[in-house]
Each structure stands twice: as structure tokens, then as C-alpha cells.
């Protein structure tokens, strides 16, 4: 935030340009997933705009609230590769294994959640441990809204979609074992 506690146009213009792809990333999650259940329409909203976010190029306004995004940081770079080809190729292909019920569709979200979370400590681990040299928190916008709320929900969401995949393969490991002792 500027002095006197307004957005400067190029924080404003990150924050709308993150909201149209929320919107975007909901509309197209919703319309894939007609007919299935809330928890599948709302994954595939996030996957949509994570897949959106990923691709998006918006490092330079994040770059104020962590230093090391203009710097080309070895650390930084080296996780954004991981995370922008493997994480959203990834998003990508879990949402045609959600609308396609493909058999493969926990693996991939588990590698996913992994992938992200991975992602989300090797950005933040080595600079807390140096004291946070790198990070803006003198900034209310840039330290809650940027580093805290927009990185805690990338380490809320794919937590609780571990959690759902860890469900779904009890059940389906409870269901292969209740069917393989009534051959017995």
C-alpha cells in the first residue's frame, strides 16, 4: 500500500487480473463439472484457475512482496520451472481425469498436492531461515495479502485435497478387500 492506505495501479491491476481468473478458472471448473458433486465442481474450479494462475505471468507485481521474483533468484527459478510446467501440466491433466473418471485421477492429484506443496516450502524455507531478508512484511498488502493469503491458500487447498485422496483410496482399498473375501 501506498501512503495514505490506497492501491498503487500496478497492485490494483495484479489483484483484478487475479480475480478475472478466479472468475474465468470457477466458470470453466463449473461448466466441466456438470453433474458431478459439489466437491467435484469446486476442484475443478480451483484446478481451472490454478492451471490459469500457473501460466499467467504476473511475477513482477509478486516481486515486491518477495524480492527474489525480479532478481531471477537460482532458488526461485528453479521451483517456478517445477511448478509452472509440472504443476500446471499437471492441473491440466487431472482435470480431464476428473471429468473422464479416469482411473488414475488420485495418483495424479496426490503428485499434484505433493508437487505444490514442495513448491511452496523450498520458495519460503530457505528465506526464513536467513531471516526473511527477501520478503516485504513492512507492507500490509504485500505481507498479508500476497505472501500469507495468497500462499496459505496454495498449501490450504492441496492439503485438503491430499485428505480427499487419502478417502477415496481407503474406501477403495476397503472395497477390493470386502470383495476379494467373498471369494474366499
Known amino acids: 500500500m501506498h501512503a495514505g492506505g490506497e492501491l498503487g495501479a500496478a497492485a490494483g491491476g495484479s489483484l483484478l487480473l487475479c480475480a478475472a481468473l478466479l472468475a474465468v ?10 453433474g458431478r458433486g459439489a466437491a467435484d465442481r469446486a ?5 481451472c484457475f490454478n492451471a490459469l ?7 513482477k507485481e509478486y516481486g515486491k512482496a518477495d524480492a527474489r521474483w525480479l532478481c531471477f533468484d537460482p532458488t526461485i527459478v528453479s521451483v517456478e520451472i517445477l511448478t509452472v510446467v509440472l504443476g500446471g501440466s499437471l492441473a491440466l491433466v487431472l482435470v480431464y481425469a476428473v471429468v473422464r473418471e479416469k482411473h488414475y485421477r488420485h495418483f495424479v492429484q496426490i503428485t499434484l498436492c505433493v508437487c505444490e506443496l514442495y ?8 528465506d526464513w531461515l536467513m531471516g ?12 498479508w495479502v ?12 492441496p492439503g485438503l485435497l491430499l485428505w480427499q485422496s487419502w478417502v477415496e483410496l481407503k474406501k477403495m482399498h476397503h472395497r477390493g478387500s470386502n470383495s476379494r473375501k467373498k471369494f474366499q
Do not use: D, K
Open 25 to 34: 478458472g470457477c466458470a470453466l471448473g463449473l461448466r466441466l463439472g456438470r
Open 43 to 47: 476442484l475443478l474450479a480451483w484446478l
Open 53 to 59: 494462475v500457473h501460466f499467467a505471468l504476473v511475477r
Open 119 to 126: 513448491g511452496g516450502w523450498m520458495t519460503f524455507c530457505p
Open 132 to 143: 526473511s531478508p527477501n520478503l516485504n512484511t513492512n507492507s500490509w498488502l504485500y505481507f
Open 146 to 157: 500476497y505472501l500469507l493469503f495468497f500462499n496459505g491458500v496454495w498449501v490450504l487447498i
